[in-house]
């Protein structure tokens, strides 16, 4: 009789490609492009006829998990893994060549392909159980091969593979000065890609607008229909059988905040020790996989069950949800004359108690005889109109990490102000529970102020 084998996969950097996002065009092309490495291996491994044990369900664009559970020895997936990002690379790169600046003269060929074969660290490792190939991969990683991309040793954010991309980066010396070649490239660029992709700044300000390193401008370039059509030609070249493809993303016109001076509301949370729950489930392949699917079916149904929660005051946009681990906007619906926060703390209330607690959490412990709840930490940041994305961005991480050290299961808020100053007060969810009821008016129906703010 044969052994099971098993085949635990991932690869690294996933946080830190994802907290480089300067704006939300960025963190979404962040996480499209991690969820379609990590479709791609599931695609690859149901090619080969392995069994996908985790995640359940690959073809949600905003949140496929980046480590994987495969039944069986899932020997050639590197190679995969290393030809799909290559051609992603690729494919940007000419796209600008060959498309956007045809008559630029490009010395920046050897930066371009050292994203292509430095940007990630790949592992896999087998194991007779779920458990051992987890434990494997584990120790995998700590005996890993660091490589750095900077091999020039500058410090200057201009200069380096990991600096500005810009035609002669290749061809840099460090004794001369290249600002104004660079801003020259970058307005440029910014005049041929479409829909205003890369913000040029103020035409009297030389050098206000953005400047990307390789890898931020593929975040942004994935997202354009040309680029994204090639990519998903190519795909078929390695998955001939039902290939992955990058999904239409939604519009990212800029977020009116600086114009009408309103101010938005900003949550980032996940799950609290979810490696904690897989340990209970343990080596029960089937289980893991009824698990994962769960995960992920109720990502990909957050932002419609938000729409039913029918807050009237407050739009909301879900910018990814992978499972457990969820980011999104909330500003003022059509005719809202003022945007407050307390409009905002019932819905991220409802959010918790009737779509985490009601239908994940519950749910869940019943199913898989889980012995605690599954309780998720959150950040919610107030953010006044004229703080960058950015900033705001990592106001967000920062706030939902202050959630979780505090005591998890709760809801951290941070006022963020134009100076940068910030306020910042947490609480577990019953007491949010507790201090919404208590503001109630007579008709029950709006919340009073829970803030005063400015």
């Known amino acids: 009789m044969s052994q099971k084998i098993y085949t635990a996969i991932t690869f690294a950097p996933v946080q830190g490609f994802i907290e480089k996002s300067r704006k939300l065009r960025d963190l979404y092309g962040s996480s499209l492009l991690l969820s379609f490495l990590a479709e791609v291996i599931c695609r690859g491994a149901k090619q080969k ?71 990630w660290e790949f592992f896999s490792a087998t194991g007779e159980t779920i458990n051992d190939a987890r434990k494997n991969v584990s120790e995998h990683k700590r005996q890993r091969d660091w490589t750095g991309i900077n091999w020039q040793g500058e410090s200057s954010s201009l200069s380096g593979v990991d600096g500005v991309a810009w035609p002669g980066m290749d061809r840099m010396n460090p004794n001369q000065n290249y600002d104004h070649e660079i801003n020259q490239f970058w307005q440029k660029l910014a005049q041929a890609l479409p829909d205003s992709i890369i913000d040029i700044g103020d035409e009297n300000e030389t050098g206000q607008g953005e400047k990307l390193s390789i890898p931020e401008l593929i975040k942004r370039l994935i997202l354009l229909d040309h680029v994204k059509n090639q990519i998903n030609q190519k795909i078929h070249n390695l998955i001939i059988n039902q290939p992955p493809s990058i999904q239409k993303p939604p519009s990212f016109k800029e977020l009116n905040r600086r114009e009408n001076k309103e101010w938005t509301g900003w949550f980032m949370g996940d799950g609290d020790k979810m490696g904690e729950y897989l340990t209970e489930i343990g080596d029960n392949g089937e289980q893991l996989y009824q698990f994962s699917r769960r995960l992920i079916e ?142 109630r008016d007579r008709d029950g129906q709006k919340i009073g102020h829970i803030f005063i703010m400015m």
């Open 298 to 439: 109720w990502g990909k149904a957050l932002e419609k069950e938000l729409d039913a929660l029918k807050i009237t005051e407050v739009d909301h946009r879900i910018v990814y949800a992978g499972g457990d681990d969820f980011f999104g906007i909330l500003s003022a619906r059509e005719n809202t004359e003022s945007f407050k926060p307390q409009y905002c703390l019932p819905l991220l209330y409802q959010l918790h108690d009737r779509l985490w607690v009601e239908k994940l959490s519950n749910s869940l412990k019943n199913e898989f005889n889980l012995q605690r709840d599954l309780t998720p930490s959150v950040g919610f940041v107030w953010a006044a109109p004229s703080v960058p994305q950015r900033d705001v961005l990592q106001h967000c991480r920062e706030t939902e990490k202050l959630a979780k050290n505090n005591g998890r299961d709760r809801l951290a808020i941070r006022i963020l102000f134009n100076s940068g100053n910030h306020l910042d007060w947490h609480c577990p969810w019953w007491f949010l529970k507790d201090l919404l009821e208590s503001y």
């Open 49 to 119: 006829n392995h069994r996908l044990v985790s995640p359940a369900l690959v073809n949600n664009a905003k949140g496929t998990p980046n480590q994987i559970i495969v039944r069986g020895q899932y020997s050639d997936v590197p190679t995969l893994f290393t030809k799909t990002w290559k051609m992603i690379v690729d494919t940007c790169q000419t796209a600008i060549e060959q498309e956007y600046l045809p008559n630029e003269s490009y010395c920046w060929h050897r930066a371009w392909q050292a994203w292509g074969n430095y940007t």
